[in-house]
């Protein structure tokens, strides 16, 4: 039988309306919040779906009642109906684990503040496929709101989420508690629009997902802002990150596993790195962003210290933490700006990973406090291909003629300090420096560019600042090629 395409949208929300009043008379379930009226009041969506007001289901949104089981019964309402649009009206709703549904939306309007309870008995923990390294550990990443094995969700309006900085003391770290949201195996997944504040350990945390945007996010406080992960066996595909803001207390962006993603004119503030890739990943883009320290939100495993200094602006450091597998390549960062950070680049693969083509095509970095730009292979294979192109680096300086002579060591999971103050390089294949401008604000008794292990070195246009009594601004150490192009 064929239908008009207004006879479906009627005959959609008589399904929703109907799932809605059958549910509304079925009895209430242990758990459930007493107060669901007997006839939730239903709207319809231009495209056939319904919408759900939390409050005709119980919610209070007072700031003191635990509005969980009315929060939770919408969701399920609107699921059953086939989909549609759950509303947090103006109120502040206090509530533990959220279980999200495929085909709904959650929409916080203007003045809806969903905070996360301090009662931890509260909150639900997802289960991660066994071939996770997340698997192990159980409760450290229980959630707010929590997402397991769906398809097409959504979070939206100008609203807040807030993680509440709710204290764990079983917790990672003997401190963090519930992430404030977590996705595992989902697809087709948007964020917009919110702001997500003190967040009790990640912001937003997904693990083998696909399909994802977060699109003029605000992240304020708490830890990691978006991290996500996959696995050897099942990458995470097709993330974007565009317009939001970070001003986080641990790295703003961060995971392992990631195939074709794009980060994309971002405000990245942080007390720890801007972006730390710890694991492989192919095709992910860079571009347009403002990488801003010191932090203005305080380094939460710091504790009372309450560091603020931005440690690296883009750290590529695969196998950094625990031993990865797989390839780092296909990476493009492009026109992005960074001020007062300990290092603007830092890439580094160990043992089990490699790195293929690396190019940034516009770079501009002032008050580089700590390391070089560093290019390193401590795998058995080279670094393949890495272009630097119209980057503009001013270094603090200060590193005397003894720095300048120690040997190097394997990286631990920082920026640390070099014995070149511009650009050091170990281990790589070819290595292009076009229009690279490399400064001081103060002097500097190292090299600016020290190259270990290259087999091609091309210096095209490359100017770094020549300070008086260094014997060599360019140190090379089994150098095959140099090719110079000034």
């Known amino acids: 039988m064929h239908f008009t395409r207004t006879t479906r949208h009627l005959l959609g929300s008589v399904r929703f309306l109907a799932v809605v009043l059958l549910s509304a008379r079925s009895p209430v379930r242990a758990g459930d919040s007493p107060l669901v009226p007997a006839a939730p009041v239903v709207a319809t969506t231009a495209s056939g779906g319904g919408t759900c007001d939390v409050r005709d289901f119980g919610a209070r949104g007072d700031g003191l009642t635990l509005d969980t089981a009315a929060i939770n019964r919408a969701i399920e309402v609107c699921a059953a109906a086939g989909g549609g649009q759950v509303r947090f009206p103006p109120g502040r709703y206090l509530s533990g684990t959220i279980q999200l549904r495929s085909h709904v939306a959650l929409h916080l309007e203007t003045g809806a503040r969903l905070v996360g309870t301090t009662n931890l008995a509260e909150y639900r923990q997802p289960t991660p496929p066994a071939f996770m390294p997340e698997a192990r550990w159980g409760k450290w990443h229980r959630a707010l709101l929590l997402g397991e094995n769906l398809e097409d969700v959504a979070i939206t309006g100008s609203g807040v989420i807030d993680g509440n900085r709710v204290f764990d003391p079983t917790g990672e770290e003997r401190m963090r508690g519930p992430h404030t949201m977590v996705l595992v195996n989902c697809r087709q997944v948007v964020l917009r629009d919110l702001s997500l504040v003190d967040s009790a350990n990640y912001a937003v945390f997904f693990q083998v997902c696909d399909d994802v945007e977060i699109r003029n996010v605000k992240f304020v406080g708490g830890w ?263």
């Open 224 to 486: 990691d802002g978006v991290h996500w992960r996959g696995a050897p066996e099942r990458w995470c595909h097709n993330v974007k990150i565009i317009n939001c803001q970070f001003y986080t207390g641990d790295d703003a962006i961060a995971g392992r596993y990631w195939d074709h993603t794009l980060i994309s004119g971002c405000v990245i503030n942080s007390s720890c790195n801007g972006i730390r890739l710890i694991g492989p990943a192919r095709r992910l883009v860079v571009d347009d962003c403002l990488f801003d320290g010191p932090g203005e939100q305080p380094h939460r495993t710091s504790r009372e210290a309450r560091r603020t200094n931005m440690l690296s602006g883009i750290i590529l450091q695969p196998g950094a933490w625990d031993a990865t597998q797989g390839p780092l390549d296909d990476v493009l960062i492009s026109d992005v700006t960074m001020r007062n950070v300990a290092s603007p680049l830092t890439l580094w693969i160990k043992p089990g990973n490699t790195a293929g083509r690396i190019t940034v095509n516009g770079l501009r970095a002032t008050g580089v406090y700590r390391s070089a730009l560093s290019v390193e292979s401590w795998a058995e294979n080279p670094v393949t291909n890495v272009i630097l192109r119209g980057v503009s680096a001013e270094f603090a300086g200060g590193g005397d003629a003894a720095l300048a002579g120690q040997a190097v060591k394997g990286p631990g999971v920082d920026a640390r300090p070099l014995p070149a103050w511009g650009l050091y390089a170990r281990n790589v294949e070819q290595l292009t420096l076009e229009d690279v401008r490399l400064s001081l604000a103060e002097t500097d008794l190292r090299p600016a560019v020290v190259a270990d292990r290259v087999e091609r070195l091309v210096l095209d246009n490359l100017r770094p600042t020549v300070v008086p009594g260094v014997p060599d601004w360019l140190v090379t150490t089994n150098v095959g090629e140099v090719v110079r192009r000034e």
